[in-house]
């Protein structure tokens, strides 16, 4: 097989992103360059102060990758960029630059949406097989997708209000353990036990979630817990809070795979990072034979090595894109 690399970008949030990917599967090189500790002080991601990141770091991270390579200019196939959803400001840095070496150096640019580089991560750990069903599990999205053949995607379900990652980082912060949540929800939880009454959030036949029910009886509870001068017990209640998420996430995706007859799963986002997560779904799958694959946690969260899985597969396609290409800040995978 002919060896074809993708320059792939990635800014949609608050990661710098750089890599160059070989045939969709074959990681080259990867620069990432976070700014978790810059947001840390303020609780969370600020918009602004992410795309004024971006600006200062982007050309030193296209250079890095391409020096860690040993690859040219012309030995790249084509530029692949996140152009949503995401933050509009950060996806415009990554985009801007994107454009600019698509333009110099003749390269066809090819658009990736945020969602279907998440899925393609799994194809680095091993050829994903079709059809299947992918949970996508992250900060700002909650989505099961049905998908037939490569880049070929149907939503059938998603979250009517707070992404998974969402309601993690808003349960750490009522229980005061600190950004960001997900890890450090998933840390205690590991060395509590199930012990709260909590609801089972939106635990019905569809394959749609809601978060928002939860997270308002944790705050709740919490609220009520102190007006009764008792101490809450963090790890307890990050752990009956994880039994929850993870119970019904694994009970809807085993559920969307036997309704589709399909025999293969996918874990993608940055949620996939948690450890109660990746183990009962690999449980689940296990009894139900269907087969799994989950990416390593350098490839959960966000990566410009899973846009270059993506985008050889779109290029592949014939999926191109012309300068005009604009940022999206929301949009639907298809």
Do not use: W
């Not at 991270?61 to 933050?87: F, R």
């Amino acid at each position: 097989m002919k060896r074809e690399y993708i320059l792939a970008i990635e800014s949609s949030c608050d990661e710098t992103s750089v890599s160059i990917v070989e045939n969709g599967k074959k990681d080259i090189a990867t620069v990432v360059l976070s700014q978790i500790d810059i947001h840390k002080k303020f609780g969370g991601v600020v918009p602004e102060v992410a795309s004024r990141s971006h600006v200062e770091n982007i050309t030193i991270v296209i250079e890095e990758c391409l020096e860690k390579s040993e690859l040219t200019m012309d030995q790249i196939d084509a530029i692949a960029v996140t152009y949503g959803p995401g933050l509009i400001g950060s996806l415009f840095i990554g985009l801007q630059a994107a454009k600019t070496l698509s333009f110099l150096y003749d390269k066809p640019l090819i658009p990736v949406h945020h969602i279907a580089g998440h899925i393609y991560a799994n194809n680095l750990e091993k050829e994903m097989e079709f059809p299947l069903i992918a949970l996508v599990v992250s900060g700002g999205h909650t989505d099961l997708i049905y998908m037939k053949n490569h880049y070929e995607f149907e939503k059938i379900g998603g979250t009517l209000d707070d992404a998974v990652g969402e309601a993690y980082d808003k349960v750490a912060r009522v229980m005061d353990i600190g950004y960001p949540g997900g890890p450090l929800v998933d840390k205690l939880a590991k060395q509590g036990e199930d012990s709260y009454k909590l609801p089972i959030p939106l635990d019905d036949d569809s394959f749609d979630f809601s978060f928002s029910g939860l997270k308002s009886a944790v705050i709740n509870l919490v609220h009520n817990e102190s007006q009764r001068g008792n101490e809450i017990v963090k790890e307890d209640l990050a752990n009956t809070f994880q039994n929850r998420v993870v119970e019904v996430l694994t009970k809807k995706t085993i559920a969307a795979a036997k309704k589709y007859n399909v025999n293969n799963l996918v874990l993608a986002g940055g949620v996939a990072a948690n450890s109660g997560l990746r183990e009962e779904l690999a449980l689940q799958a296990n009894k139900n034979n269907i087969n799994l694959i989950i990416p390593s946690f350098k490839y959960c969260t966000d990566n410009a090595t899973m846009i270059g899985a993506a985008g050889y597969f779109a290029y592949k396609k014939g999926i191109r894109a012309s300068l005009n290409l604009n940022s999206k800040p929301t949009d639907s995978i298809k």
